[in-house]
DNA sequence: TTGCATTCCACACAAAAGTATGGCATCCTG
DNA sequence: CAGGATGCCATACTTTTGTGTGGAATGCAA
């Protein structure tokens, strides 16, 4: 029988459950198996116990798919799937609720409900938010001076540095183009706080047409 | 037997699934169950099957652990847990690679190797990434002029955006304070380009002492 | 009243998935 | 040479997990 040099398939292992574990369902033995090419299911599992006693993996004992990143079980931040509704001036946020366009990945270092927006404008460039640019947003009604936040003026997204001056809302850009809002209160409304900005600096690729 | 109106187990239900999702780990019937505090697992089974009806979840027929959010499974990206190996400026980086500090969730719009880094300094201000970024890098060894690329020069890490004349390599900041630099070739590796910048604008939140 | 939909319970069975035991081959060290 | 470590195969067994069938109770509409 053919047999690989000591580690090389250790490794490939090690690559394939880290990518299902990535990607949301950690495969079972006889998926490693398949995936690797073994003929018996022992020989995986062989592999997968060696990631575990050398710290690589942990895993719940006698339950199926139960491998996990050892870092990411106990202490590190699990990971959420946070809606993208669209972009800041797109119409009414509220029915965007419903028909998210997709999800994002993030890992919330608080707990509470998350959102994401694209930013459309320039703003906010002298924070180092550009336009398309992607906000994560929590949700909540209230922040405090100097926070980042997604504001509701007039049935219009927008995102600015909030300032409270008593309790008088003010909105201000990070460009000296613009000017400050000062919002009338009975038609603002925070939705959120602005907490991780993303941006990418490459275009989707292109998928094949179905 | 007592019984809830219409819909609101539903609810549980659903909201259990994704949190669950979201963290890797799809849920078994019996899990399910016992999360929601039925005496028998058809109780479970039954809302999850009413939830593929609404289109709400998806399932792999027969599989343990089988549910998933429809939009997150053919046409949408799937998310990989990307090394964060340190900052740029940090020692040496190939050592980090094997003492990575933590995972970050991203989704690939190319295939390829990643790694993330923590930035340093404010030559790229311009460019609008900011000390404190992270910047996610897909490991690659060649890049276009205009790439921002993470480079090796004289065994220092750089963030710069690439200009090549003919040969050779020049790395440009995006602040007027710095100048190009421009690399002994023997002396500058490219690691990869930059695909994504990330700034969180919130601390992580103290965790309690274990 | 009957039928249907919804929300639950109980139990058994089938299949998936984890685990155990035996075996082979190669290489290196004492 | 023997023993141990590593990389594999083969098979059987055990446990977990999905599924099917039967049942009860409530509310609403025809």
């Known amino acids: ?35 690797i090419g073994f003929k018996s299911v022992q020989s995986a599992r062989e592999h997968m116990e060696k990631l575990v006693e050398e710290g690589r993996l942990a895993k719940h004992e006698g339950k199926s798919r139960g491998y996990y990143l050892p870092g990411q079980g106990a202490g590190q931040r699990s990971t959420t799937l946070v809606p993208l509704l669209g972009s800041v001036r797109a119409g009414n946020l509220t029915e965007a609720i419903e028909d998210h366009s ?18 459309e404008g320039d703003s906010m460039i002298k924070a180092g938010i550009m336009e398309g640019d992607l906000v994560l947003v929590r949700k909540q009604e209230r922040a405090v001076t100097g926070d980042v936040v997604v504001a509701l003026v007039n049935d219009e997204a927008t ?40 941006r990418h600096l490459e275009a989707p690729k292109r998928t094949k047409r179905r």
Chains 1, 2 share one sequence.
């Open 1 to 35: 029988m053919s047999r690989t040099p000591p580690g090389q398939t250790r490794e490939r292992v090690y690559r394939y459950v880290c990518e299902r574990l990535a990607a949301g369902l950690p495969p079972t033995m006889r998926e490693v198996q398949s995936a």
């Open 159 to 198: 995102v600015k540095t909030l300032k409270l001056r008593g309790q008088r809302i003010e909105l201000h850009p990070a460009n000296t183009r613009y000017k400050p809002i000062v919002p009338d209160p009975d038609t603002c409304r925070i939705l959120g706080k602005v907490v991780e900005v993303r």
């Open 102 to 119: 997709g999800y994002v990945p993030m890992q919330p270092r608080r707990a509470g409900e998350y959102f994401a927006l694209l930013v």
